[in-house]
């Protein structure tokens, strides 16, 4: 199926907000965003993601869209996730260049100015770098600094210190991620890995505006592991050291046994060793077989080759046919 002429004309800018549950939030945003991009772009549109809201998102987009019809909506047929709804934005956003913010008005509208201005001087990625994390907890701020101090160390790409989801991408960039269908999403090791001309610009996170974060603490731990397991094997290979200085150590003990019997004679071992002995190595067994569960566990989601999202409501956006988003992608990657 053909986009319409009025939806296949590119705009300048394209600005991707995942959303969920944020109808208090979005009023406020689209005000001050539509007067940031009416004052730094020739042309621009605005696409809300609404992953599944149960309250009444969907109801006020629909409104905000008969008022101005540059703000476009994709309504997802439940709740996927923000890794997911980002992407379905992605693959709808038609600007020259596409930014990527929160609906909870902690990435300031205000920010993108710059954002444009680094973008013309020939940057292709151009990130907003955290100064603090003052909005966040302390357990979540030390949570999230030991987990990209783990990742720097183990993972695959380096993730610029205090990047996060709120960027601007050029074209080709958005292009690249495009390419890339995994449903175990990590999009800051996503962004980082596409590689292309980067700059950071340094930002305050403000408070949230209205509710709270939907972000708790298991979620985190979740998404901690997909971005862990999408850019490293290290937690695969550990097994093979620890197994291999787990025999070096039973080697060595077994000779150390062999000789005192033979100098001292058979003694009757201990049972609390013997039980503390089969419980550790048991729980080593099932931790690691855990570990290959988690993998094998994404490599099952990724076979089934189920789409990443399904949409329930467009408005302002005609629905890409599979065939179609796919030579769309090809041909924007070339």
């Not at 394209?14 to 730094?40: D, K, Q, Y």
């Not at 869209?65 to 540059?70: K, L, S, T």
């Not at 380096?158 to 991620?177: C, M, N, Q, S, T």
Request: one cysteine or more.
């Amino acid at each position: 199926m053909m986009r319409s002429d009025a939806v296949m004309a590119e705009a300048e800018l394209s600005v991707v907000v995942p959303s969920f549950n944020e109808s208090a939030n979005l009023r406020p945003l689209i005000e001050r965003l539509t007067a940031v991009l009416e004052s730094c772009a020739r042309s621009f549109e605005i696409i809300v993601v609404d992953d599944g809201s149960t309250d009444d998102t969907l109801e006020f987009l629909r409104k905000a869209h008969d008022g101005d019809p540059r703000i476009r909506v994709i309504a997802l047929s439940r709740n996927f996730g923000k890794e997911i709804a980002i992407a379905a934005g992605l693959d709808h956003a038609s600007g020259a260049a596409t930014i990527i913010m929160d609906a909870d008005l902690q990435h300031p509208p205000e920010m993108i100015t710059s954002f444009v201005e680094k973008w013309r001087e020939g940057y292709k990625n151009v990130y907003g770098q955290r100064v603090d994390r003052g909005a966040d907890s302390a357990l979540r701020r030390i949570l999230t600094q030991r987990f990209y101090q783990l990742f720097g160390s183990v993972g695959e790409t380096r993730l610029p210190e205090g990047a996060g989801d709120f960027r601007l991408l050029d074209a080709k960039a958005v292009a690249a991620l495009r390419m890339m269908r995994e449903h175990a999403r990590f999009s800051k090791g996503l962004y980082a890995w596409i590689g292309f001309k980067s700059i950071g610009v340094p930002f305050d996170v403000a408070p949230r505006q209205a509710g709270h974060s939907k972000f708790s603490y298991r979620k985190l731990t979740h998404f901690a592991l997909d971005g862990l397991m999408s850019f490293t094997t290290m937690p695969l290979k550990i097994w093979t050291y620890i197994g291999l200085a787990i025999s070096v150590f039973a080697l060595g003990l077994a000779s150390f046994y062999v000789i005192r019997t033979m100098i001292w004679g058979v003694d009757v071992p201990g049972y609390a060793s013997l039980i503390v002995s089969i419980t550790f190595f048991a729980g080593i067994q099932l931790l690691s077989l855990g570990i290959l569960g988690e993998y094998i566990g994404r490599i099952f989601a990724e076979v089934k080759r189920r789409p990443l999202y399904v949409v329930e409501e467009r408005l302002g956006l005609t629905p890409l046919a599979p065939d179609e988003l796919s030579l769309r992608r090809r041909r924007d990657w070339v």
